[in-house]
C-alpha cells in the first residue's frame, strides 16, 4: 500500500472510544477538537520560554482523551476544575465539587474520591496530592473552553475564601501551603499582586530550596508569565 493510500485510510478512521468520548463532552459543551487546538496553541506560544513547556497539541489531547480510559465524563468536568488549584486535598476538592455548577454532568461525592486516587493526581505528602503538569495544563484550557474564562476567576476566589481562615494563623501547619494556594489564585486574579507575593514568600523560605512550599513557589513562575501576558 502507498503512503498516500495509508494516509488517506488512517484520516477517514473512526475516532477511537476514548477520542470519541472527549469529542462528545466537547459538543455538549458547544465546542470542538478545532477550538481546544486553538487554545492549546496560544498557550504554547505564551510557555515557548518555559523550562518546562507544554506537550505539543496533538499529545495533549492524547492525555485528555486517555483520561476516559477509566473515568467518567462527571469526573472529566471536575478534573478541569481541579486543574486551578497549586495542591488538592479530599475536604477542598468536596468543598470545590458540593459548590460549583457544572451545567449538564454533576459530580458526586464517589466521582470526586475516584478522581483523586486514580485521576491525574499523585501523592506528595500526607492527604496531599498534585495534579501533573501536563494533564493540568490540557485540563485548564478545558475548563476555560467549557465555562469562560470567569470560572477561573470563580475558582480562585473560591480557594482565596477556603484558605483564609488558615492563612490568619501564621502557626497553623499548613500556613505555607495555604500560601502557595493564595498565590496560585492571585495568579488568575491580580498577577502582578501574586508576583509580589511570591517574592516575599520566596524570602521567607529561604534556606528550604527542597520544601514542597518551595518547589510549588518555583513552579508558579511558568504560570505567572503566562498570566501576565494576558494582561
Not at 489564585?185 to 523560605?205: F, G, I, K, M, N
Request: glycine letters at 4%; hydrophobic letters at 40%.
Amino acid at each position: 500500500m502507498s503512503l498516500q493510500k495509508l494516509l488517506q485510510k488512517l484520516k477517514g478512521k473512526a475516532p477511537s472510544p476514548d477520542r470519541k468520548a472527549l469529542e462528545d463532552v466537547l459538543a455538549e459543551f458547544g465546542t470542538d477538537l478545532d477550538q481546544l487546538r486553538d487554545l492549546l496553541s496560544k498557550q504554547a506560544a505564551k510557555s515557548s520560554g518555559d523550562l518546562f513547556p507544554p506537550l505539543p497539541i496533538e499529545k495533549a489531547i492524547e492525555v485528555l482523551a486517555n483520561f476516559f480510559q477509566q473515568h467518567s465524563r462527571e469526573e472529566f468536568v471536575l478534573a478541569c476544575h481541579t486543574a486551578i488549584p497549586a495542591s488538592m486535598q479530599p475536604d477542598l476538592l468536596q468543598t470545590l465539587r458540593a459548590s460549583t455548577d457544572f451545567g449538564p454532568y454533576k459530580p458526586q461525592w464517589e466521582d470526586a474520591i475516584r478522581l483523586l486516587v486514580s485521576g491525574p493526581f499523585y501523592p506528595v505528602a500526607g492527604n496531599t496530592y498534585e495534579m501533573d503538569a501536563n494533564a493540568r495544563r490540557a485540563f485548564s484550557k478545558c475548563l476555560e473552553l467549557f465555562y469562560g474564562e470567569d470560572r477561573t476567576k470563580l475558582i480562585s476566589n473560591q480557594l482565596l475564601t477556603y484558605f483564609q481562615p488558615i492563612l490568619d494563623n501564621p502557626q497553623h501547619p499548613e500556613h505555607n501551603l495555604a500560601k502557595v494556594q493564595q498565590i496560585t489564585a492571585y495568579a488568575h486574579l491580580d498577577p502582578d499582586l501574586a508576583v509580589r507575593e511570591l517574592s516575599l514568600s520566596y524570602a521567607t523560605l529561604k534556606g528550604q530550596e527542597n520544601s514542597p512550599e518551595r518547589m510549588r513557589l518555583a513552579a508558579l513562575v511558568g504560570s505567572l508569565s503566562e498570566q501576565r501576558a494576558d494582561t
